[in-house]
């Protein structure tokens, strides 16, 4: 295990920050009618994909992905048009899905470590429909001054007990314009002012509590309003300052000062698990009081506890890390500091709710601080299990722990209090390395999904259009730019609400070039082009091959009218050529006049003798015709984006790829064998795009125009082309010649 526990903190050095499970927050809609609306998002983190989801009761009916654009931290909104989603009628569920970057193992984010002073309680509302869903909590439960402290950095100043984060680590100002809400908190040094706040609960029903942890001059526990964060005691009665129990008349409401506590349910079922013990008894385990209150929706207690609960009786000893988690499955652990834990004082304990008897020990785990918590749904658990740094992670299924993670926080010491986010992101803070941060968990498949608040009603009959797909050349279309033809409608794909249609097989050539657009209503009225640009340029794609090809074009109403397309090929198709010629300079680039044909020399060899000029006067290309007397020019590669491709001495003799490229151009002046083969490159320096390649060498008897020239005689009348071919007048054909020594052109 040790070399595990290794390797994550290697990982996490590695790694550095790393991006926490993303989710959206702040979700609501404005300017909502029954044909749309405005919907609004938030991210505490940005992430790999953002889709907006459409429910019919569980069932997703509709969903548009999110741009690039709205996958960052910022404000994001996003208007939608009903129609263009086809949406049953009736009362609608939307929601966000979020999706991150997926970890391995868990990854400490170092960037959002702050220190505190003797921190002692973190929480999070993990309720999507809270008007602070995402919000993070932190106590300090001792101030003290000191440019370290996140309090002294933002305020200036000591701290003054609680303190609120947005999702993505924000602080939220008081209504003094600084950071944290008063909370019973001590002025400085050890004097107390009124209480230590500690841990911090949040019910489903978003009520909030903080324990008053080891106090006596204080109440025990404290409801905190969520909208001021201001506290009140949660019991009536008198408080007894010198032994922390509080009385109401006859009966005793809490058996002493805070160590611990935890709720469950909402509503009229929320109940609460509290652990007290008396000052001055705090490692006599029979001080040690647990009880059960049933609140529900009761915002104060002036009764004696609904049950005295006697399972961990005799057990906690150590009031200054002790911890209550109920399981959600009938079950409730209690955690304590533990270096050298026993059966009768172990780290952890597991009681029976119901039948309030005493289920497992463990004194096999070391814990500091005492640290645990379960996530929202009760799937995960986490808790420290070494006496530093050291927590592991478990899955969680009727009740039975599976461990998945052990990890060693780089930041860390101990921990004194856990919680999960929505995104099941850890966050924790400890009071012995003064700090508060976060892990990331890995998350699955990385996907997240918040619902909306707000059901969306639509009515009927919703309001549809027709998208078309119209375009060239008419295999595709049937007929080239009709917008009424039925079978070229697009279908609206429920998944990723982008309109698609796919076309029949039809045959292009390589350099083939489709273009379409996408009609509404089968009308030109209303069409959509490059960008989505109302009447805009037609889309257009090349085929890169010969070949047999699909059709498919995509419109997305919901991403500005966006037109994409895309060709499959089906089959590739090779041309069988049968006629081969070389055109250039020598001969006006004229493919039908003075072009210079190749002979084949055995089978599939076809050969030509040019003689060519140095630089772009000798610059040339191959054209082929097929059976059917289609014709493709040939060029080579252009690889440094120079118009040409050159032939020097390093490109003789090898296979040198034919491609609807750049010219070819020879460096020096001279007589050149130009062979094509009918077969694949299997070397050369460029990858195989085409059947056909050309090998070039040189003939040792070079003729140039030069020598051409030299030949001509005082008043010799001859005339040559630039091959040396010999004409005894004047040419008919145009072209460049030589008469007289010079270059001459017949037009």
Same mark, same amino acid.
Request: net charge negative.
């Given at each position: 295990?040790?070399?595990?526990?290794?390797?994550?903190?290697?990982?996490?050095?590695?790694?550095?920050?790393?991006?926490?499970?993303?989710?959206?927050?702040?979700?609501?809609?404005?300017?909502?009618?029954?044909?749309?609306?405005?919907?609004?998002?938030?991210?505490?983190?940005?992430?790999?994909?953002?889709?907006?989801?459409?429910?019919?009761?569980?069932?997703?009916?509709?969903?548009?992905?999110?741009?690039?654009?709205?996958?960052?931290?910022?404000?994001?909104?996003?208007?939608?048009?009903?129609?263009?989603?086809?949406?049953?009628?009736?009362?609608?569920?939307?929601?966000?899905?979020?999706?991150?970057?997926?970890?391995?193992?868990?990854?400490?984010?170092?960037?959002?470590?702050?220190?505190?002073?003797?921190?002692?309680?973190?929480?999070?509302?993990?309720?999507?429909?809270?008007?602070?869903?995402?919000?993070?909590?932190?106590?300090?439960?001792?101030?003290?001054?000191?440019?370290?402290?996140?309090?002294?950095?933002?305020?200036?100043?000591?701290?003054?007990?609680?303190?609120?984060?947005?999702?993505?680590?924000?602080?939220?100002?008081?209504?003094?314009?600084?950071?944290?809400?008063?909370?019973?908190?001590?002025?400085?040094?050890?004097?107390?002012?009124?209480?230590?706040?500690?841990?911090?609960?949040?019910?489903?029903?978003?009520?909030?509590?903080?324990?008053?942890?080891?106090?006596?001059?204080?109440?025990?526990?404290?409801?905190?309003?969520?909208?001021?964060?201001?506290?009140?005691?949660?019991?009536?009665?008198?408080?007894?300052?010198?032994?922390?129990?509080?009385?109401?008349?006859?009966?005793?409401?809490?058996?002493?000062?805070?160590?611990?506590?935890?709720?469950?349910?909402?509503?009229?079922?929320?109940?609460?698990?509290?652990?007290?013990?008396?000052?001055?008894?705090?490692?006599?385990?029979?001080?040690?009081?647990?009880?059960?209150?049933?609140? %529900?929706?009761? +915002?104060?207690?002036? #009764?004696?506890?609904?049950?005295? @609960? &006697?399972? $961990?009786?005799?057990? /906690?000893?150590? =009031?200054?890390?002790?911890?209550?988690?109920?399981?959600?499955?009938?079950?409730?652990?209690?955690?304590?500091?533990?270096?050298?834990?026993?059966?009768?004082?172990?780290?952890?304990?597991?009681?029976?709710?119901?039948?309030?008897?005493?289920?497992?020990?463990?004194?096999?785990?070391?814990?500091?601080?005492?640290?645990?918590?379960?996530?929202?749904?009760?799937?995960?658990?986490?808790?420290?299990?070494?006496?530093?740094?050291?927590?592991?992670?478990?899955?969680?299924?009727? %009740?039975?722990? +599976?461990?998945?993670? #052990?990890?060693?926080?780089?930041? @860390? &010491?101990? $921990?004194?209090?856990? /919680?999960?986010? =929505?995104?099941?992101?850890?966050?924790?803070?400890?009071?012995?390395?003064?700090?508060?941060?976060?892990?990331?968990?890995?998350?699955?498949?990385?996907?997240?999904?918040?619902?909306?608040?707000?059901?969306?009603?639509?009515?009927?009959?919703?309001?549809?259009?027709?998208?078309?797909?119209?375009?060239?050349?008419?295999?595709?279309?049937?007929?080239?730019?009709?917008?009424?033809?039925?079978?070229?409608?697009?279908?609206?794909?429920?998944?990723?609400?982008?309109?698609?249609?796919?076309?029949?097989?039809?045959?292009?050539?390589?350099?083939?070039?489709?273009?379409?657009?996408?009609?509404?209503?089968?009308?030109?009225?209303?069409?959509?082009?490059?960008?989505?640009?109302?009447?805009?340029?037609?889309?257009?794609?090349?085929?890169?091959?010969?070949?047999?090809?699909?059709?498919?074009?995509?419109?997305?109403?919901?991403?500005?009218?966006?037109?994409?397309?895309?060709?499959?090929?089906?089959?590739?198709?090779?041309?069988?050529?049968?006629?081969?010629?070389?055109?250039?300079?020598?001969?006006?680039?004229?493919?039908?006049?003075?072009?210079?044909?190749?002979?084949?020399?055995?089978?599939?060899?076809?050969?030509?003798?040019?003689?060519?000029?140095?630089?772009?006067?000798?610059?040339?290309?191959?054209?082929?015709?097929?059976?059917?007397?289609?014709?493709?020019?040939?060029?080579?590669?252009?690889?440094?984006?120079?118009?040409?491709?050159?032939?020097?001495?390093?490109?003789?003799?090898?296979?040198?790829?034919?491609?609807?490229?750049?010219?070819?151009?020879?460096?020096?002046?001279?007589?050149?064998?130009?062979?094509?083969?009918?077969?694949?490159?299997?070397?050369?320096?460029?990858?195989?795009?085409?059947?056909?390649?050309?090998?070039?060498?040189?003939?040792?008897?070079?003729?140039?125009?030069?020598?051409?020239?030299?030949?001509?005689?005082?008043?010799?009348?001859?005339?040559?082309?630039?091959?040396?071919?010999?004409?005894?007048?004047?040419?008919?054909?145009?072209?460049?010649?030589?008469?007289?020594?010079?270059?001459?052109?017949?037009?």
């Amino acid at each position: 295990m040790k070399k595990i526990l290794l390797l994550v903190a290697l990982m996490a050095t590695f790694i550095g920050v790393s991006a926490q499970n993303p989710y959206a927050y702040g979700l609501k809609v404005t300017n909502l009618t029954s044909e749309g609306g405005t919907f609004h998002y938030k991210l505490n983190t940005p992430a790999q994909a953002v889709e907006l989801q459409f429910l019919n009761g569980d069932e997703v009916v509709a969903t548009i992905p999110m741009p690039e654009t709205m996958l960052g931290t910022t404000d994001h909104e996003y208007i939608v048009n009903f129609a263009d989603l086809n949406l049953p009628a009736g009362e609608l569920k939307w929601a966000v899905k979020v999706k991150g970057e997926v970890v391995e193992s868990p990854v400490e984010i170092t960037s959002k470590v702050l220190k505190f002073f003797s921190p002692a309680g973190v929480a999070v509302d993990v309720d999507p429909a809270s008007p602070d869903f995402g919000s993070m909590y932190v106590t300090e439960s001792t101030a003290k001054e000191s440019s370290t402290y996140y309090t002294a950095s933002v305020n200036g100043s000591t701290g003054i007990g609680l303190y609120k984060f947005d999702p993505q680590f924000n602080g939220i100002k008081n209504e003094a314009g600084t950071y944290g809400f008063n909370c019973g908190m001590q002025s400085t040094g050890t004097t107390l002012v009124d209480w230590r706040p500690a841990r911090i609960q949040i019910s489903d029903d978003g009520r909030m509590f903080i324990l008053s942890q080891r106090v006596n001059t204080g109440y025990p526990l404290y409801e905190i309003n969520r909208e001021t964060l201001a506290a009140t005691p949660f019991f009536e009665g008198t408080l007894d300052t010198g032994t922390g129990i509080v009385t109401n008349g006859d009966v005793q409401v809490a058996a002493g000062v805070g160590v611990a506590f935890d709720l469950q349910g909402s509503g009229e079922d929320l109940k609460l698990m509290l652990m007290t013990c008396t000052p001055g008894t705090t490692t006599v385990p029979a001080n040690y009081k647990t009880n059960e209150y049933n609140i %529900g929706t009761a +915002t104060s207690w002036g #009764e004696a506890p609904s049950r005295n @609960f &006697t399972a $961990f009786d005799g057990k /906690a000893i150590n =009031y200054a890390g002790i911890n209550l988690a109920y399981d959600g499955a009938g079950g409730i652990w209690m955690s304590q500091w533990r270096g050298a834990p026993t059966e009768n004082e172990p780290s952890y304990a597991f009681a029976n709710v119901e039948t309030d008897e005493l289920v497992s020990v463990d004194a096999s785990i070391y814990s500091r601080n005492g640290g645990m918590a379960f996530n929202k749904d009760h799937t995960l658990f986490i808790r420290g299990e070494a006496y530093s740094k050291t927590a592991a992670v478990y899955s969680v299924e009727n %009740g039975a722990l +599976t461990k998945l993670y #052990e990890y060693s926080w780089p930041s @860390f &010491t101990g $921990f004194n209090q856990f /919680a999960f986010d =929505y995104a099941n992101n850890v966050i924790a803070c400890d009071n012995s390395a003064e700090v508060f941060g976060m892990i990331q968990l890995p998350n699955g498949d990385g996907f997240v999904t918040t619902p909306g608040n707000e059901a969306i009603v639509i009515e009927e009959p919703q309001p549809t259009h027709t998208y078309t797909a119209v375009g060239e050349p008419a295999g595709f279309f049937g007929t080239v730019w009709t917008p009424t033809i039925e079978a070229n409608d697009m279908t609206l794909n429920a998944e990723t609400g982008v309109y698609e249609w796919t076309s029949p097989q039809a045959t292009l050539n390589a350099g083939d070039k489709v273009l379409f657009k996408v009609v509404e209503d089968h009308s030109w009225t209303i069409n959509y082009g490059v960008d989505g640009v109302l009447d805009g340029a037609n889309v257009e794609i090349t085929a890169e091959k010969a070949g047999i090809y699909t059709l498919t074009v995509y419109f997305d109403p919901q991403n500005n009218n966006n037109v994409t397309g895309k060709l499959t090929l089906i089959e590739e198709i090779v041309p069988e050529y049968s006629e081969f010629y070389a055109v250039g300079f020598f001969n006006n680039w004229s493919t039908a006049e003075n072009r210079v044909v190749f002979e084949e020399k055995e089978a599939g060899v076809y050969e030509a003798t040019l003689n060519l000029e140095a630089g772009s006067d000798g610059e040339f290309k191959v054209i082929a015709f097929d059976e059917a007397g289609a014709m493709t020019w040939f060029g080579g590669a252009d690889d440094n984006n120079q118009g040409f491709f050159l032939i020097n001495n390093d490109m003789l003799d090898i296979d040198i790829t034919l491609t609807n490229g750049a010219n070819f151009r020879p460096e020096e002046a001279g007589n050149y064998i130009i062979q094509i083969y009918e077969k694949p490159a299997t070397t050369g320096i460029k990858a195989i795009s085409e059947p056909l390649v050309m090998k070039v060498s040189k003939k040792s008897d070079t003729t140039s125009i030069a020598t051409v020239g030299s030949d001509v005689k005082g008043g010799d009348n001859a005339w040559y082309n630039l091959q040396g071919v010999r004409f005894e007048n004047k040419p008919a054909a145009p072209g460049i010649y030589i008469h007289g020594g010079k270059k001459v052109v017949v037009k």
